[in-house]
Nanobody, 115 residues
Framework: QVQLVESGGGYVQPGGSLRLSCAAS????????MGWYRQAPGKQRELVAA???????NYPDSVEGRFTVSRDNAKRTVYLQMNNLQPEDTAVYYC?????????WGQGTQVTVSS
């Protein structure tokens, strides 16, 4: 069974940075497309970053230039570097792994941006 475990969330002031990690097991990680999503209270879950098995990345306009997704296939881990965080970035952040139209989700990690 695929397991995804996120970490690195927390509390940060506006303008601050956080780095989220998502460790995956037991999968052939390099074959999976990976994504980071977030869900704020009362809102739908939305994509914030994606990276293909080949390392191609994609971001929505709302985080372009502030968030960076990367992956380390040897460690079976995907990262989300978040800079210049703003209160509207407050949400639970989830990691998703996709292969052959099958999706697997982590349990999420809370990110709170507040002064």
């Amino acid at each position: 069974q695929v397991q995804l475990v996120e970490s690195g969330g927390g509390y940060v002031q506006p303008g601050g940075s956080l780095r989220l990690s998502c460790a995956a097991s037991p999968i052939t990680f390099s074959l999976y497309a990976m994504g980071w999503y977030r869900q704020a209270p009362g809102k739908q879950r939305e994509l914030v970053a994606a990276i293909t098995s080949g390392g191609v990345t994609n971001y929505p306009d709302s985080v372009e230039g502030r968030f960076t997704v990367s992956r380390d296939n040897a460690k079976r881990t995907v990262y989300l570097q978040m800079n210049n965080l703003q209160p509207e970035d407050t949400a639970v952040y989830y990691c998703k792994a996709t292969l052959s139209s099958k999706n697997y989700w982590g349990q999420g990690t809370q990110v709170t941006v507040s002064s």
